[in-house]
């Protein structure tokens, strides 16, 4: 299979093309800046016009990853930056598939859990009502999977993605060390839920997305347990062998957020996720529950 990556050259699609290779699809990324000594072929584009780089999307798969990374202050044009960057590259995908006569045979477009929002005590599965806000996260997502509505492709799976937990990726390292400079108890109430996804599964879903005729629509990619950030936090300080810590008031959450320049409604804002559709399919997953796959994180 010859597999289109947009976005692929950051740390997630360079997981997602290793992955695709060994198992011996053609993966082909498409990239603002081609890198020299790439494993994958590069080809340019600008992720606004449709170039040359569209004959690449004919009879192929595509995979969408485009975006800017959500780790950042929530501010006007903070926002802004996470908007565009994921809306004009899918826009572009799309005319461009729509100037194809053999248009891609499976399109994969990537999302976030995020979309429902504060979810509170809610299950929430892929039948669930999307959120207003807050602004930077379902204001981001609802216009995001908006520009791949009705895109010319056999197939199409939104996988609404939750935290992956991947060795070396800002999300675990900010986690990590909160816990290792003495700050790892809960956050706030600490009752928030966190829908959590090791990167071993995040790559098992995707080849599913890729592969499996009977998935389309949305889909979501999370383990099937998430847990309270009480609990993600006590599990992160038993496997670092660090001493219960005190629980950090929103207030402080904020104030902290503020400066290490990221977005406190991260840790503050929950969501109970299950995945509803991969479970009526038969997915298997690797890690299942939070204890294995934190600890597998830790030690690679």
Same mark, same amino acid.
């Given at each position: 299979?010859?597999?289109?990556?947009?976005?692929?050259?950051?740390? /997630?699609?360079?997981?997602?093309?290793?992955?695709?290779?060994?198992?011996?699809?053609? #993966?082909? %990324?498409?990239?603002?800046?081609?890198?020299?000594?790439?494993?994958?072929?590069?080809?340019?584009?600008? $992720?606004?016009?449709?170039?040359?780089?569209?004959?690449?999307?004919? $009879?192929?798969?595509?995979?969408?990853?485009?975006?800017?990374?959500?780790?950042?202050?929530? !501010?006007?044009?903070?926002?802004?930056? @996470?908007?565009? *960057?994921?809306?004009?590259? !899918? &826009?572009?995908?799309?005319?461009?598939?729509?100037? /194809?006569?053999?248009?891609?045979?499976?399109?994969?477009? +990537?999302?976030?859990?995020?979309?429902?929002?504060?979810?509170?005590?809610?299950?929430?599965?892929?039948?669930?009502?999307?959120?207003?806000?807050?602004?930077?996260?379902?204001?981001?997502?609802?216009?995001?999977?908006?520009?791949?509505?009705?895109?010319?492709?056999?197939?199409?799976?939104?996988?609404?993605?939750?935290?992956?937990?991947?060795?070396?990726?800002?999300? @675990?390292?900010?986690?990590? $060390?909160?816990? &290792?400079?003495?700050?790892?108890? &809960? %956050?706030? *109430?600490?009752?928030?839920?966190? *829908?959590?996804?090791? %990167?071993?599964?995040?790559?098992? %879903?995707?080849?599913?997305?890729?592969?499996?005729?009977?998935?389309?629509?949305?889909?979501?990619?999370? *383990?099937?347990?998430?847990?309270?950030?009480?609990?993600? +936090?006590?599990?992160?300080?038993?496997? @670092?062998?660090?001493? #219960?810590?005190?629980?950090?008031?929103?207030?402080?959450?904020?104030?902290?957020?503020?400066?290490?320049?990221?977005?406190?409604?991260?840790?503050?804002? $929950?969501?109970?996720?299950?995945?509803?559709?991969?479970?009526?399919?038969?997915?298997?997953?690797?890690?299942?529950?939070?204890?294995?796959?934190?600890?597998?994180? @830790? !030690?690679?």
């Amino acid at each position: 299979m010859k597999v289109v990556l947009a976005g692929g050259s950051g740390a /997630l699609g360079r997981r997602i093309a290793a992955d695709l290779t060994e198992r011996g699809d053609e #993966v082909v %990324i498409l990239t603002r800046s081609p890198r020299p000594g790439s494993p994958w072929r590069q080809v340019a584009w600008d $992720g606004v016009t449709v170039g040359e780089w569209a004959g690449e999307l004919a $009879g192929a798969a595509v995979v969408n990853l485009a975006g800017e990374l959500v780790d950042r202050p929530p !501010t006007r044009a903070g926002i802004e930056l @996470l908007t565009r *960057s994921r809306v004009q590259p !899918t &826009r572009a995908l799309a005319e461009a598939a729509a100037t /194809l006569g053999a248009p891609p045979e499976v399109w994969v477009q +990537m999302s976030t859990l995020a979309i429902y929002g504060d979810g509170g005590e809610d299950v929430i599965d892929e039948t669930h009502p999307v959120a207003d806000g807050p602004p930077q996260m379902a204001g981001v997502a609802r216009p995001w999977e908006a520009a791949a509505d009705g895109v010319r492709a056999g197939r199409t799976v939104v996988l609404r993605t939750a935290v992956v937990f991947d060795p070396g990726t800002p999300a @675990l390292g900010r986690l990590t $060390g909160l816990v &290792r400079w003495g700050l790892g108890g &809960r %956050i706030a *109430s600490g009752r928030q839920w966190v *829908s959590w996804l090791h %990167i071993t599964d995040l790559l098992a %879903i995707v080849r599913r997305a890729l592969d499996d005729p009977g998935l389309a629509g949305v889909v979501h990619a999370t *383990s099937p347990n998430p847990v309270r950030n009480s609990e993600l +936090m006590a599990t992160l300080r038993d496997l @670092l062998h660090r001493p #219960v810590a005190p629980p950090t008031p929103a207030l402080l959450a904020r104030a902290g957020a503020w400066v290490l320049r990221t977005d406190p409604e991260l840790a503050l804002t $929950g969501r109970r996720c299950v995945p509803a559709r991969l479970r009526e399919a038969g997915h298997t997953f690797a890690y299942p529950e939070l204890r294995p796959a934190l600890a597998a994180c @830790l !030690t690679s």
